[in-house]
């Protein structure tokens, strides 16, 4: 089954068929979410036409149709982008050598008061400062193939020890590292490290076959931090117009405790060696 097929079955499956506006006929489902021929009638397309979609035996789909299913499945924004571009439609990104400017690392190294750190669009972290560093992990003391947020996230105990809600933080990192699998589908690098969490984590292999996807956003997240305690931050992310692969990430506090805390953190980070920070 392709990826177009996988995607379009598992969000068939999850849809209320009350939420698609369908009458209960009386019949009982064995299976959840709406029937092939259910999805068919929506989209005004045979129920033929929706078997070979999902078993891969149509290549081609026309925008009219892609519309269609997915106005039938109610997809989100980021879910209707996935679906153009997993169905050949979008022009897919090609992967790129990911390289830092070095007036970006400036700029990460001029915000003292805020952690932030520049992004990979598959979450490998390219540049951080103190801040980062002294919030989340040392990220220098790592071998580069290690910098990544979501290998982080699902292998490393202590960097996911920090994490107040674990389970919801995780399931979004999957969700936009799905996104990106869909616009970069030739990046082996993100095809390695999808490999390597599905075998070693089960509930990475278990929430990547739901297919939920999700583009970059602000966030809000709750760390229990060992130094600085709970700390409510406000996640924001910006696109680099230079290097669109890449993303800038800033914590923010999102109260006034969290502020103090932050504060306390930083300030503690300042006092400790550089010897793990970037080279310039």
């Known amino acids: 089954m392709t990826e177009l097929g996988e995607f379009l079955r598992t969000r068939r499956a999850a849809l209320d068929p009350q939420r698609a506006g369908l009458p209960d006929d009386g019949r009982q489902r064995r299976v959840p979410g709406l029937r092939r021929e259910e ?46 571009r997993i169905a050949d439609v979008a022009p897919a990104r090609q ?5 830092v400017a070095a007036r ?3 700029l990460l190294d001029g915000m003292p008061d805020i952690p932030a750190m520049v992004l990979h669009r598959r979450m490998d972290v390219l540049a951080w400062n103190r801040g ?20 982080l996230t699902f292998l490393e105990p202590a960097f996911r020890a920090l994490y107040g ?7 979004e990192c999957v969700a936009v590292l ?13 095809s390695a490290l999808v490999g390597e969490l599905s075998v070693k984590d ?52 999102a109260d006034e405790a969290s502020r103090e805390g932050l504060r306390f ?3 503690s980070a300042q006092a400790q060696p550089s010897d793990h920070l970037p080279a310039r």
């Open 132 to 151: 980062a560093s002294a919030l989340l992990t040392d990220f220098g003391a790592l071998p580069a193939p290690e910098r990544n947020l979501i290998r």
């Open 265 to 267: 953190l930083l300030l």
């Open 95 to 99: 992967p790129t050598t990911p390289e």
């Open 39 to 84: 999805l068919a009638q929506l989209a005004h397309v045979s129920v033929d036409y929706v078997v070979r979609l999902e078993q891969g035996r149509t290549k081609r789909v026309s925008r009219t149709v892609l519309n269609a299913l997915a106005d039938a499945l109610h997809l989100a924004t980021d879910e209707r982008d996935y679906l153009f």
């Open 104 to 106: 970006l690392q400036q």
């Open 165 to 171: 809600d674990w389970e919801r933080s995780a399931q």
């Open 178 to 190: 799905r996104m990106e699998a869909g616009r970069a589908p030739h990046d082996s690098a993100l």
């Open 202 to 253: 089960l509930d990475f292999r278990n929430w990547w076959a739901t297919h939920q996807v999700r583009g970059p956003r602000q966030l809000v997240k709750t760390y229990h931090h060992p130094v600085a305690g709970t700390l409510v931050l406000d996640v924001q992310q910006f696109s680099v117009d230079t290097h669109p692969d890449q993303l800038l990430v800033a914590y923010t506090a």
